[in-house]
């Protein structure tokens, strides 16, 4: 049989995204805001090559915990104690037995059979062509709809799923155009993320609805919620749930505010967790999490039951609502630590960055093809170990500076 055409460029074109964004990538370069090699003198506080001391406002760190005393000695006890840094050998054949006692640990934290994976992008690279070829919805392929803000860990595995079902991007949280889709189709499956990287939140109310209506099966990344929100850190996604069933798959990155490293998958069916571990290609490579990575997860693991976990979670959102009182973004009033000041020309981004970080406050200029083209806004992260003060000082001069250029974003 002589295999049939396709045409290129159905779920991405590089070519066009490189010409269009490296003109701005250069500019970020130039201004000094990005290519940044820094060390760390302190909580929140770095030092570039060029001599610059920052407050890092750009973080995914929600809590602090990438400092914290206790995930430092875990790691360094987990190496010391395991002899090595991790065994050079596919997971599914050989695996370390501190990896097998920390996933136990993590299925105990959160309440579901959990897997580890080096990222949350290797998980989703393993998972997601599985899950399209219909693996786990009794090998009938559901089809796969991306919602059109899903992060790009998700979304680039458009094209190797549709080489096994057909895929669909829909617009953004339109949960009318899910709903049709699921009274057309017997098997629909929905790729999101429950918080997104630019903002904004899933509208989990209606998705558990049209769950519960048509059996729509859900893939969510709760990787900015993760131990940020939620009793215990449990996020957004797990706590919606009394039990994960099988149709329903969550990813997570442990590196956000769990403060450790690596990916995070959790399933409500063991023959999934099973299926993965055999067939998930780059979620069980020779790669697995390194002893360092599982200590400083294991001390983490400890640090969800303390009191003084759930403090950062409130001095989280404290920051937060201090953040809100001093400067207007659409994010406001959202839980998570997340905020876009829009410049809508890259250009003007990129510039009130560089002077950001010429008076010590190092953040983001986010652009073509993160958001849309005339979309690009200033990308601001919160930290629960941020002072008071410094959110001040902050918030007041990017407030000047977006003055000077006409734009007002005091509340």
């Given at each position: ?387 008071h003060e410094v959110i001040r000082r902050f918030?007041?001069l990017i407030t000047d500076l977006l003055l000077?250029?006409?734009?007002d974003i005091r509340p």
């Amino acid at each position: 049989m002589t295999p049939t055409a396709q045409s290129p460029h159905r779920f991405s074109n590089y070519r066009k995204v490189i010409a269009l964004a490296d003109p701005s990538w250069q500019g970020a370069e130039t201004g000094r805001i990005s290519g940044l090699d820094v060390e760390v003198k302190g909580p929140n506080t770095l030092v570039d090559q060029h001599g610059r001391t920052f407050h890092h406002f750009c973080t995914t760190s929600y809590l602090g915990l990438d400092y914290h005393p206790a995930l430092l000695d875990g790691a360094m006890t987990a190496l010391r104690e395991t002899g090595t840094l991790r065994i050079a050998n596919s997971r599914n054949r050989c695996q370390l037995a501190i990896l097998d006692q920390y996933e136990t640990r993590l299925s105990e934290l959160f309440g579901a059979s959990c897997l580890s994976a080096l990222s949350c992008s290797a998980a989703s690279a393993g998972i997601l062509p599985l899950l399209a070829s219909g693996a786990f919805t009794d090998d009938a392929a559901p089809v796969l709809v991306f919602d059109k803000h899903a992060h790009y860990s998700m979304n680039h595995q458009k094209a190797a799923c549709a080489d096994e079902t057909q895929v669909i991007t829909c617009p953004h949280n339109d949960m009318d155009f899910i709903e049709d889709l699921c009274k057309r189709q017997r098997n629909v499956a929905y790729v999101a993320d429950s918080a997104y990287s630019m903002g904004g939140l899933a509208d989990l109310d209606s998705l558990l609805y049209l769950k519960q209506r048509y059996g729509l099966f859900l893939y969510l990344d709760d990787s900015h919620a993760l131990s940020a929100v939620g009793e215990g850190g449990a996020g957004l996604v797990r706590p919606r749930w009394h039990a994960l069933d099988e149709r329903t798959l969550v990813v997570a990155s442990l590196a956000k505010s769990f403060g450790a490293s690596g990916g995070l998958v959790m399933f409500g069916n063991e023959r999934h967790k099973a299926l993965v571990k055999r067939y998930g290609g780059p979620s069980n490579w020779s790669q697995s999490l390194n002893a360092a990575a599982i200590g400083a997860g294991m001390a983490s693991i400890r640090l969800h039951g303390s009191r003084e976990f759930s403090a950062l979670q409130e001095r989280l959102q404290a920051n937060i609502r201090l953040f809100d009182s001093l400067v207007r973004t659409a994010q406001h009033g959202n839980p998570m630590a997340i905020r876009l000041v829009p410049c809508g020309e890259a250009a003007l981004a990129n510039r009130l960055v560089v002077e950001l970080a010429e008076l010590g406050y190092f953040t983001s200029a986010v652009f073509f093809p993160v958001v849309p083209q005339g979309k690009a806004a200033i990308r601001i992260t919160l930290r629960a170990d941020m002072a008071h003060e410094v959110i001040r000082r902050f918030c007041g001069l990017i407030t000047d500076l977006l003055l000077a250029h006409g734009r007002d974003i005091r509340p």
